[in-house]
């Protein structure tokens, strides 16, 4: 069973993508903010991030950063959710960290598509 | 009598005839060979089962069938409108011949057409051993060039190429290898590139989609036409290769597909045989590739007979009403652990019965087959030509509605080709397209399901109406009457009757009965038109027809039940206030509404004192009902009344907690 860690300020967005992975029956770890997303990680096994971009306390961009330092999930998918206004410059720099985008909001079924393919 | 066995023949063989039926509607706009291939298997399978249960004439029939599909496949004998026809005819007497309504003399012909067919062709075929699947392969080399840092994004490459090789046949051609590439996998650090060449009948979009997540400039996907291709621009651009390195893999692709290249070197793209095990694993994707918009459900699926689920469903309802019994009777327990049992119980019920009821979901689909065979023969029949679209058809509805629906829906959309669809020419004067435009659309909103009949026709004829409905004295010939009335008219009874009884629009079925079976099922109509522009009539129909949220009211000794979903507003007012004058009415949002007084209707005393009024809107239509008071809310399980019982103001039954039986209130009787 594959785990999946969700960070999104954003109740409704994340209990929407909460229930959606949860409904596949995978485990879904939530987080609201970078820093808690942080503190999921911890040595756990974890197979997949999705994250936010813009978050309280700890950004999304800052998150991957930090996550990828560990070394336990230098090579895990992480994807981002992100909307049509690209802060470019900041994105780009975790581009080459990063699995793949999704753009918010998402289709239920080309965002399960990505998360299945990422898990593989 | 038919053993049980043959009872399972039975049922396969109408699972194979349905699905028969839409692969021949499928080949009418699109000759694909799977399609046909599809055909003749389900023809063989059905012979071969016949054969073993003894329904030897359907045996005989299927054989023939298969016949002619053999020679359409090897290319024999072209698939045009006759045959498609004469297979459609031979499917309903198979369909009759299985439910046990043969007709020998139908069965003669049908079969002595056949033969004639496959006679003309000149060579009659022993049926081969069971071929697999025939679609068309193709030839690709894909250039794969990693970034450095792929493995960074979190990109697992080993599944990458696992998922290339899941695509069709393939080798992988490793350049700049000076660590091996397994190494480079290891230390996740990719230094190489790679040409992959790959035989597959997987589209070019699923194609694509294996490398999602890559970037533009990290993988070129070239289809090859030819071996010259091996020296394009495009090759070129990624490798030079000389005469021999191009010899090498022409002889590759020739080890993956086997007859690849033509004599003169162009690659051959026809309909190829594939095994088996390749075919599981494509098969999803295949459904993606068909126009057949089946939708692919996780998880297998099993068949119950309809009884079976009756059954179940009957055991689930009564659970429902007697949770409400033992709510009723432990109503002041005061034990926390009973009470607390009680929830779990209540919680479980009501999860039993959802998913019970979800059971009974079957999306609208199952009929598009028949409507699609309706419109056909119609349109024939009526020298129309018409398109038929169709949108959120997986939309799901009970069981017994989509039943019910069946003959409503098919009503509605020959009246649409017959009144609404112009005949071609006159289509062409109107500058309209040839083709008329026949749309069904069905979606979710909130707890209901619509369903949408669209045509760009007409538009209904409201002058016609109205000089049809003065020529019956329904209406009068100085009295002016707007669209709505107009529309009300011709759905109501006796207004369709003398129309002409064509074969296509059959006896007694007119717009009054549809309108009272969706009225039935607590659904409405709606019809909006536009002269020369088309008619659009939407069905709202409510998602469950035994799951009802109700008020109850007490009305003297006797509890009564009316819908929520129409009750607008409920007030109280004094006996005195409501009935000082003689007209039953009161003044509602500024407006005088009638009223019915439930003990007046039912000839109970009167009540003095304080009397509770609620206001109805069904249909647009205000109404409101007088009762003693209100008791609560209830939902409950919905029991339509027996038809011996007279209709009139009563739409259904229920049982209340108490075990006491409550009448659900039809308000709009109440007035007549």
Redo the contacts between chains.
Sequence with gaps: MKRIVVAEDFNVSRKIIVSTLAKEGFIVMEAADGTEALQLFDGRPVDLLITDFNMPNMDGAELIHKVRTLSDYKYMPILLLTTEVRQEKIQHAIDGNITAHIKKPFDTAEFLKVVKKALK | MINELQQEFIEEARQILKNLEQSLLELENNKLPEQINNVYRYMHTLKGSAGMFGFANIEKLSHELENVYSDVRDGIRPLDEFIIDLTLHAVDVLKDMIEGKESGKELATIIQTLKSVTDTSGIHHEAPVEIISVKASKAYTIFLRP?R?I??????VG?LLE?IQELGASEFIIHNETIPFEKQLAD?DLSSWLEILVTTTQSVETIK?VF??MRPSEYSILELAGEQDFASADYQSQIILKAEEISNRKNIFENLMPGIFSKNGTIVSTPRMESAASLTEDNDDTQEDTKVTRKTKTGSSISVTTKKLDQLINIVSELVIFRSELSHLMGNEQNPAITEALEKLDRLTLGLRDSAFTIRLVPINILNVKLQRLIRSVSKELGKEVEFITDGLETELDRSMINALEAPLMHIIRNAIDHGIERPDERERRNKPRKGLLKLLSYNSGDHVFIQIQDDGNGIDFDRIRSKGIEKGMLNKNQHYNEKELINLMMSPGFSTAEKVTTVSGRGVGMDAVKKEISSMRGDIEVSTEKELGTIITLRLPLTLTVLDTLVVQVDENKYLIPINEVEHCFKDKHENLFRKKSRQITYNGQLTPFVSLREYFGIGELTGEETVIVINKNDTRIAVVVDGIIGKLQTVYKPLNDLLPANCFSGSSILGDGSMALIINALKLNN
Excluded at chain 2, 151 to 156: E, L, M, V
């Design positions: 970034d840092e493995f960074a994004r979190g990109i697992n599944a998922e996740k989609d999602l997540f």
